[in-house]
């Protein structure tokens, strides 16, 4: 498996799928519990999260709290697995929710042929309840404050979290940093592109040292600026 990678002190980025291919993140409280930011897929994620935290020193049982950037079968299809593995209660954005409940994502981009394709047989999640939701702009209790930032678009309930004593933002599904290039989410994944682009200029307007990708290596150098960039010079690239 790929090692976890330290971005921050108590803050670290667990590879689920390849080396940097999907990423869940995990940070240390001050008691040394964990709280965990996405699942990885269904038969894969549970594993990998499981041995990251034992490469970090964690137990599954330290885990105090699961949050979901979204619903999407990569990022809360392992949900109900790792619940089970640390006993920890989910929580997510009150209008994602209800998707994980049913164990059916939303909706895809219907306008191109795999948007089609995926929105008549969706991948199934296994159905998990969240214990707990937030909202855009709060400031959950997890390892000194990590705030919420709502950006719709990629699903209706989309977060980006801030970790502002370390200045980790973890974006979500906004913006890929794939192969080391930063990219939009792929059209057909998205509720809403135009919507996911709009939203994503929240990205550029935090304050944050280290961008951490869901999809791909994090940026260390000169983060905030290489993201506004991006944001400047493909808001109307064509998905």
Avoid at 201 to 227: C, K, M, Q, V, W
């Amino acid at each position: 498996m790929a090692r976890p990678v330290q971005l921050a002190r108590g803050v670290w980025r667990i590879p689920t799928f390849g080396a940097t291919i999907v990423n869940s993140f995990a940070f240390e409280e001050a008691d040394g519990a964990v709280t965990l930011v996405d699942t990885g897929i269904k038969n894969r994620g549970p594993k990998r999260i499981v041995e990251g935290l034992a490469a970090i020193g964690k137990r599954p049982e330290q885990v105090r709290r699961i949050l979901l950037t979204h619903s999407h079968f990569d990022h809360g299809g392992g949900a109900a697995g790792v619940v089970r593995a640390t006993g920890a209660p989910l929580h997510a954005h009150d209008v994602e929710a209800p998707y994980l409940s049913r164990g059916r994502p939303p909706g895809y981009q219907g306008r191109k042929l795999m948007g089609r394709l995926l929105s008549m047989r969706p991948p199934k999640l296994q159905p998990v309840d969240a214990a707990a939701t937030f909202a855009d702009g709060e400031l959950l209790d997890v390892a000194g404050g990590l705030r919420v930032l709502h950006t719709p678009g990629h699903t209706p309930g989309h977060c980006a979290f801030l970790h502002e004593p370390s200045g980790v933002l973890v974006t979500g599904d906004s913006i890929f940093n794939w192969r080391n290039r930063m990219i939009w989410s792929f059209a057909y994944f998205c509720t809403d592109p135009e919507m996911n682009k709009d939203t994503a200029e929240r990205l550029g307007e935090a304050d944050y040292e280290i961008a951490a990708f869901t999809h791909g290596p994090e940026i260390r150098d000169n983060a905030r600026e290489s993201i506004r960039e991006f944001l400047r010079t493909h808001r109307r690239a064509a998905p």
